[in-house]
């Protein structure tokens, strides 16, 4: 990776680790209109929240109940569960 085209991506904070990454190494979620939803293409609108594609993050994020605080809102239960289905994808 060369650093001569000049732009550093942008950094963004996993919810599991707490670790800032760059953006384009995270998987984006964002959470809109009571519900929180994977958004690949980074594209979706609401608060944005992001988790490294690691199932050590993933697991960490369920249990320190970090969805539900990074949203700043209500996450039903089979919401997360739906998230986290979608999440196992990205387990390596
Ligand atoms: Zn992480």
Request: proline share 4%; hydrophobic share 25%; net charge positive.
């Amino acid at each position: 990776m060369s650093k001569t085209r000049g732009k550093e991506a942008p950094m963004r904070r996993c919810i599991g680790c707490m670790e800032s990454r760059p953006k384009d190494e995270l998987i984006r979620m964002v959470y809109s209109q009571g519900r929180l939803t994977l958004d690949p293409d980074g594209k979706g609108e609401g608060r944005g929240v992001y988790l490294c594609p690691d199932g050590k993050c993933i697991n960490k994020a369920t249990k320190r109940n970090a969805f539900k605080r990074s949203v700043r809102g209500e996450v039903k239960a089979d919401n997360l569960e739906t998230i986290l289905n979608e999440l196992s994808a990205y387990n390596r």
